[in-house]
């Protein structure tokens, strides 16, 4: 079922007053089992293996740059429940800073708390100019390493310590549900103390006018993105913010993919 304007007001405004939101059932049940089977083909041609560091953690396992592996990815960042009440948060200019897929292992420690701007050095707090959303492709769990929160940290003066505790709570959610929150929120991923792995899709936005995690202009083939929806196009940069950002020699970069 699609959000209506008022649902989608309500959200954005429990991310701007809390700092997260959970859209409950906002993924079709097919369009989930989808994601999953093709993130399991992938993880099987790439060979993915835990980073094996502090942060990424040594039983959980992430593939990166998504939309360059199949069809199936690039409904992930349009989807009709999700990007309006982003857009909310931040404006239509908005673009994908990354989709990754982070798979949690039984076993995993919980990752280190922190807030997804905390690299950017603004006076804090701000409005928001990163709103990261996080797909539930299985059941997230307090056991199994639902993305713990701080509710209300993007309201604070200053940004978690590395490694520090901090009370928080787990974002429980089933299986199709999306938690999208304000890129200061403090959070991190769970620990996984049960005996299933827990996978999710990190779906991110940036405000049009901060350098987006992954070069998605670079990191996907041109014959893939020629072939992406007008807006997915926009949405990994081959648009212009506010008729001037991102152009070249003033023309929007979609024209670009066309002359060539």
């Not at 922190?114 to 769990?141: E, G, S, Y």
């Not at 940036?206 to 350098?211: H, P, S």
Request: aromatic share 6%.
């Amino acid at each position: 079922m699609q959000l209506d304007k008022e649902q989608i007001k309500a959200h954005a405004d429990r991310i701007q007053t809390d700092g997260y939101t959970i859209v409950e059932n906002a993924i079709e049940t097919d369009f989930i089992e989808r994601i999953a089977d093709e993130l399991a083909r992938v993880e099987r041609e790439l060979n993915i293996k835990p980073r094996m560091n502090v942060f990424e953690g040594n039983k959980t396992t992430r593939v990166l740059n998504l939309l360059a592996y199949g069809k199936t990815f690039e409904a992930i960042p349009v989807h009709r429940n999700i990007l309006p009440i982003v857009e909310e948060v931040l404006d239509g200019g908005l673009l994908v800073s990354t989709v990754t897929s982070v798979a949690i292992s039984p076993g995993e420690l919980a990752q280190p708390i922190h807030a997804d701007d905390q690299l950017i050095p603004l006076k804090k707090p701000h409005q928001a100019i990163i709103c990261n959303t996080m797909w539930a492709l299985t059941d997230f769990t307090d056991d199994n390493g639902a993305t713990r929160l701080v509710p209300k940290s993007h309201l604070e003066k200053h940004n978690p310590e590395f490694m520090k505790y901090y009370p928080t709570i787990p974002a429980v959610m089933k299986k199709g549900s999306v938690l999208i929150w304000h890129g200061s929120l403090w959070h991190g991923g769970g620990a996984n103390v049960s005996n299933d792995v827990r996978i999710g899709i990190a779906m991110n936005y940036c405000a049009g006018y901060i350098r987006q995690q992954e070069n998605q202009q670079l990191g996907i083939p041109l014959e893939t993105i020629r072939g992406f929806e007008p807006r997915l196009k926009e949405l990994i940069g081959f648009g212009l913010y506010r008729g001037l950002l991102g152009n070249i020699v003033y023309k929007s970069p979609s024209m670009a993919l066309l002359d060539q």
